[in-house]
């Protein structure tokens, strides 16, 4: 079968509400997604529309309602905690909006931090670290402190996190929000490398169309309903 | 790098966690000193010898026993040697000079506590010289006498100046042993009363037992008072230890009251520290969940949050402990008339460990349930 042509992600029948005092607030409402393996997706959608919601769950983070999220053989929403938390530290890298690096460590030993679960040694760690940064061109700026580099660069170490693991999927939930126009479109092309040059499956939730434009895939999520939008205009939200 | 990361986010508000810290270590030390204040308060008990009997007077120990009592009790079994001898009561130059002075008989009361080391030649010369006495060394040194001062107490019992020749320096066997009191010749104080006051002579205020083995004590105490039942003066025997308990007992409530407020001090310092580990945690719930959502499980939080707290612990009982040494010294400098001995006991530094450790532990429960239990979305903040 061709490796971007089989289904990566099925999401069947999902349905996410939250509660508030007495108020049950729908949030999701009978999703209903496939993401390619290799896949470049974009989740747009205004806010409170349930973007993020949905990319909580497909990451692993919170739990269903009603539905079923499948991804490859593992159908995470029958796992526990526990399980979730096992699986997500293998299998999915995160890219956040502020970047949510520990600030009392280092470039390399933020990038180390998801390899403490793995059964590697320190060196082979720092190796792996080290090479992470490399691919996103940070292997000068190793032993900085996240408050010693930039916005772009801290993303970038972000990303180097995320892909430390050599997880599946990369989960990005506004990635370039707090980001200047050049260092967004630094950080959206190494996206896109990590999809077309590494396979990655990237799933973006964004509000910018210039950050969806690189993806090869959107959907747009609106009421917590989804729905491909093809007439959305990127020049409306510009 | 997990062990880093405690260090680096112990002390990422510097001047709050040192705060902490110091707060600790004044808590630990101020329940150091206050356990080795009750400890001092016990030093008598402590050193008190299971082979050694004290006799007194039934109604009191105010109320004398005739001398004539020491013969009839020597034919006691189990008993190996009696001595005997007065709470003198006499100050030195001024009242405010308190210190321990007992008017005995030398040779049996000092053969019945060989824990009072003293060279053969004074302690021959205390035996020959009726009029001679002898000090403790911290006594000595308090009052800058030397071999063959003349030191002159003020009686408060038996009236008048009273002059003795310091014939020896006693040091005890150990640091346990008071090195601050004072023995003269009962005899000397006998004689001079035979001429002045009569009725008061050939009378004393307790004597010491020697037994065979601890285990005859109960025995060998219900013969001594059995022996004087019925008599113009019954007696009372007890242990050396018991004896010593009784003078303690007196202060049992100010004891307790001591004991309460060294646990208090430690109860408040536990707040404190929950207080500071709650707000870190607080601070960085974000990175919390970050850790959650990367994968790393609720053992891997706890330890990063306890070993936080107990380093912060750690050090500030560390710190009060090593300070509680000089502290001790001082505070037996102040005060080392009413504590002739005052010492930080190992169970006393075991005590201040055990203490820092619950603060440490206790002080990250709360932090701990929190971060386990807080969904990772709400702790990102990422619910839209």
């Known amino acids: 079968m061709n490796k971007k042509n089989s289904s990566l992600v099925q999401i069947r029948n999902l349905y996410k509400s939250y509660r508030r005092g007495n108020q049950i607030i729908p949030v999701l409402d009978n999703i209903g997604l496939d993401i390619k393996e290799a896949e470049f997706l974009a989740l747009m959608g205004p806010s409170g529309s349930g973007k993020s919601t949905l990319l909580n769950l497909i990451a692993g983070l919170d739990q269903v309602d009603r539905g079923t999220i499948k991804i490859g053989r593992v159908e995470i929403t029958s796992l526990s905690e526990t399980e979730l938390a096992e699986w997500r530290a293998s299998n999915v890298g995160f890219i956040f909006q502020f970047y949510n690096l520990i600030p009392v460590l280092t470039a390399l030993e933020n990038v180390e931090l998801p390899l403490l679960l793995t059964g590697l040694s320190r060196k082979e760690r720092r190796r792996h670290a080290a090479l992470a940064l490399e691919l996103v061109s940070l ?8 408050r010693q580099l930039s916005g772009g660069q801290q993303q970038r170490v972000a990303i180097a996190r995320a892909v430390v693991t050599d997880p599946t999927i990369l989960v990005a939930d506004e990635p370039t929000g707090d980001l200047d126009r050049t260092s967004a479109e630094e950080v959206l092309q190494l996206m896109e490398r990590l999809s077309v040059d590494l396979g990655k499956t990237v799933i973006m939730v964004t509000h910018d169309p210039r950050a969806a434009k690189k993806a090869r895939t959107m959907r747009y999520l609106d009421k917590g309903v989804l729905t491909d939008a093809p007439e959305i205009s990127f020049t409306e939200f510009l | 790098m997990l062990l880093k990361l405690v260090l680096r986010n112990s002390f990422r508000h510097r001047l709050r966690s040192l705060l902490t810290v110091a707060g600790m270590g004044v808590a630990v030390l101020a329940f150091a000193l206050l356990r080795t204040v009750v400890s001092a308060w016990y030093a008598g008990v402590e050193a008190s010898s299971a082979n050694r009997l004290v006799t007194r007077n039934s109604i009191s120990l105010v109320f004398p026993l005739p001398l004539s009592y020491r013969d009839k009790i020597r034919q006691i079994d189990g008993v190996k040697k009696v001595s005997y001898g007065n709470w003198f009561g006499g100050y030195y130059i001024d009242r405010k000079n308190f210190f321990a002075n007992f008017a005995v008989e030398p040779e049996s009361y000092l053969s019945l506590y060989p824990e009072y ?3 053969d030649s004074q302690r021959t010369a205390f035996y020959r010289d009726r009029k001679s006495c002898v000090a403790g060394r911290k006594l000595a040194r308090r009052f800058g006498w030397k071999i063959g001062d003349t030191i002159t107490l003020t009686g408060t019992i038996f009236p008048g100046n009273w002059d003795f020749v310091l014939r020896g320096i006693y040091r005890g066997r150990d640091d346990t042993i008071d090195e601050n009191q004072f023995f003269l010749h009962w005899d000397y104080i006998n004689e001079t009363l035979k001429k002045t006051v009569p009725r008061r002579a050939d009378q004393v205020g307790f004597y010491v037992v020697g037994i065979a083995a601890p285990e005859l004590a109960a025995k060998t105490a219900e013969a001594i008072d059995r022996a004087f039942k019925n008599s113009r003066a019954e007696t009372l025997t007890e242990t050396e230890k018991a004896f010593q308990l009784s003078f303690v007992s007196m202060s049992e409530a100010i004891l307790t009251a001591i004991r309460l407020v060294s646990f208090v001090v430690i ?9 500071t580990m709650v707000m870190s945690v607080r601070e960085r719930a974000g990175e919390y969940a970050v850790f959650k959502t990367l994968g790393f499980g609720s053992f891997y939080l706890a330890a990063l949050i306890l070993g936080e707290s107990l380093l912060i612990a750690g050090l500030g009982g560390a710190a009060g402990i090593v300070l ?23 169970l006393t530094v075991y005590l201040a460990v055990a203490a820092a450790l619950v603060v440490g532990i206790v002080a990250a429960v709360v932090p701990i349930w929190r971060v386990v239990s807080v969904r990772v979305v709400e702790g990102l903040g990422r619910i839209e």
């Open chain 1, 139 to 146: 292997q000068d700026r190793m032993d900085h402190h996240p």
């Open chain 2, 324 to 346: 509680t040494f000089p502290a001790a010294k001082a505070f037996a400098a102040a005060v080392g008339n009413w504590f002739p001995v005052f010492k930080v006991e190992a």
């Open chain 2, 267 to 275: 109860v408040i310092i536990l707040v404190v520290v929950a207080n």
């Open chain 2, 117 to 119: 080391l003293l060279p």
